[in-house]
Nanobody, 115 residues
Framework: VQLQAYGGGLVQPGGSLRLSCAGS????????TGWYRQAPGKQREPVAS???????MYANSVKGRFTISRDVAENTLSLQMNSLNLEDTAVYYC??????????WGQGTLVTVSS
């Protein structure tokens, strides 16, 4: 399984970006897919996830601003990010976890929020 994240870039505070993650290859028993981020000097942290059943989870810091979605037919995971602020600056990674405890990661896409 390979995950390819894209859509990052430079955006002003208050702006929006949409990240996408394209998956290729076959995997069985998907438990969750989601997004993590790692800001400079900080540990990687979960941002949002969606289970195979469609339940979503958001970090408190992004609730109401970010929306995770998936297109199963297209093997694509997306993250719509609105009202971005400086603290959202980070490298964003997509992730896929299986019930068999396998975990796959994309290469990361950089989001920079700056005026």
């Amino acid at each position: 399984v390979q995950l390819q994240a894209y859509g990052g870039g430079l955006v002003q505070p208050g702006g929006s970006l949409r990240l996408s993650c394209a998956g290729s290859g076959s995997v069985y028993g998907i438990r969750t897919t989601g997004w993590y981020r790692q800001a400079p000097g900080k540990q990687r942290e979960p941002v949002a996830s969606i289970t195979s059943g469609g339940s979503t989870m958001y970090a408190n810091s992004v609730k109401g601003r970010f929306t995770i979605s998936r297109d199963v037919a297209e093997n694509t995971l997306s993250l719509q990010m609105n009202s971005l602020n400086l603290e959202d600056t980070a490298v964003y990674y997509c992730n896929l976890d299986t019930w068999g405890r396998a975990s796959y990661w994309g290469q990361g896409t950089l989001v920079t929020v700056s005026s």
